[in-house]
């Protein structure tokens, strides 16, 4: 099997489109990730058993289940209650909800890492929670989670093929009708793999230097 | 009408049989890959090292789908035919071998400098100081990390279903089809596949406590 460059060139605009979803789908999936994961992270840690149990068996069950069979769940089940979403808005649900049970961990593990000392001296300069959140914990909390959270949104990337099994025409759905539509698999699947490289490669390298400049949050 | 549900979730069940199949056999060549890939890196041999870099980082770069399409579509043009059993299996055991090989290499460099000069001041030969000192060492902090390898893996292996292999998610699709109900079909799985993560993470921190067992004096 040859490697035909000029199959490769004419098929580079579709698979263009594609990738404009590919980052569409990856940008809204990690703002919602990063935002219900905060608010996952709260909710396991107060006090009340009633919020804080769903919130973390919402987590382990996430965790512990296929990321494609979420995504199934999403799209088949919704529309049954009279949620009608978009393809491409289930998947960015799906990724979101997905990827917040792994930032939550993130922002618990930078939370319990501050020293109880840090807590404890708020509390005797007589600051208000709120106080103590937003001046103390927070900025101290936030730079170690930075290469932890970034690790997460580029896997997230990594995972957007699935978005394909339930139709949203992003990169690898693009790939797979036009392999399907010429019968040529070599080029569209190898291009999409070369493209995914591309990105992740550099962004490890990137993930490096982040590492470097904030401390890590161990997970 | 329940005579069909016990058909269809026996269908499922069939399913689950190939998805624990799939698993055990994916992760048998990942932990195989772990420590090839794990150990290469840490070669004083440079092309070595440079092989199970590329090896690393190339599977790491892209996610299990687009490996499983191209094992599965790919390798055949190129003279490489595959069962879909085996482009799952290679896919899978390559792709989470890449994420343990870090596992496996952290866990080795962990390992304290005096347990090296103490191997070097009782004359072992490298494959003496790995197989005795380091690697009984450092297995026991390998096996946290690998617990949720596994399970990754397993959650991998969801993907299978779309080369037409037959695994839980696949029949719950036939089974969807076939009823026109999706809540039943989708909702057994999730607890399923939630069931056999949780038993992977059992059985993960029991043989972590198994292994541990008199090292608390070493430890530390």
């Not at chain 1, 987590?59 to 769940?73: A, D, E, I, M, N």
């Not at chain 2, 840490?42 to 094992?71: D, H, K, M, N």
Request: hydrophobic share 55%; with cysteine; net charge positive.
């Amino acid at each position: 099997m040859e490697w035909d460059w000029a199959f490769a060139f004419e098929i580079l605009p579709t698979l263009g489109k594609g990738i404009v979803v590919t980052i569409q789908a990856t940008l809204a999936g990690s703002v919602l990730a990063m935002v219900v994961g905060l608010g996952l992270a709260i909710a396991r840690r107060v006090k009340n058993r009633w919020i804080a149990m769903p919130a973390s068996f919402f987590v382990s069950f996430v965790r512990g289940t296929p990321l494609l069979v979420q995504l199934y769940f999403l799209f088949y089940i919704l529309p049954d209650i009279g949620i009608l979403l978009s393809p491409l808005t289930a998947g960015i649900v799906g990724l979101g909800l997905h990827y917040a049970t792994y930032t939550a961990e993130v922002y618990r593990a930078g939370i319990d890492n501050l020293p109880r000392g840090q807590w404890e001296a708020a509390k005797a300069v007589n600051l208000s929670t709120r106080a103590t959140w937003q001046h103390i914990i927070i900025p101290q909390a936030i730079p170690p989670m930075i290469p932890a959270l970034a690790n997460y949104l580029v896997a997230m990337f990594k995972e957007t093929p699935l978005l394909a099994a339930i139709t949203v025409l992003e990169l690898m759905n693009q790939a797979r009708s036009i392999a399907n539509y010429h019968y040529k698999y070599v080029e569209p699947m190898t291009m999409v793999g070369v493209f995914f490289l591309l990105v992740s490669i550099p962004s490890v390298i990137f993930l490096r230097y982040l590492e470097r400049r904030f401390s890590t949050v161990s997970q | 009408m329940s005579e069909y549900w016990v058909g269809y979730l026996s269908l499922i069940f069939k399913g689950a049989v190939v998805t624990v199949e799939i698993t055990l056999m994916g992760c048998a060549l990942a932990l195989v890959m772990a420590f090839v890939a794990g150990l290469g890196r840490l070669s004083s041999v440079r092309p070595v090292r440079w092989l199970a870099t590329a090896y690393i980082e190339f599977f790491r770069g892209t996610s299990i789908f687009v490996q499983l399409f191209w094992a599965y579509f790919v390798l055949p043009l190129l003279g490489v035919p595959l069962s879909p059993l085996q482009a799952a299996v290679l896919a899978l055991g390559l792709n989470v071998g890449a994420y343990a090989a870090e596992v496996v290499r952290g866990a080795i460099v962990a390992v304290p400098k005096p347990q090296y000069e103490a191997c070097t001041a009782l004359n072992l030969t490298r494959f003496q100081e790995l197989r005795h000192v380091i690697v009984p060492q450092a297995f026991v902090m390998m096996l946290p990390t690998f617990g949720n390898n596994a399970i990754e893996l397993l959650k991998g292996t969801a993907v299978v279903s779309l080369i037409s292999l037959a695994d839980m998610t696949f029949q719950a699709q036939v089974v969807r089809v076939q009823t026109g109900s999706t809540a039943m079909p989708f909702f057994t799985i999730l607890v399923l596949y939630y069931l056999m993560s949780s038993v992977i993470g059992y059985a993960m921190r029991r043989l972590e406590d198994r292994v541990t067992r008199g090292l608390d004096m070493t430890r530390n």
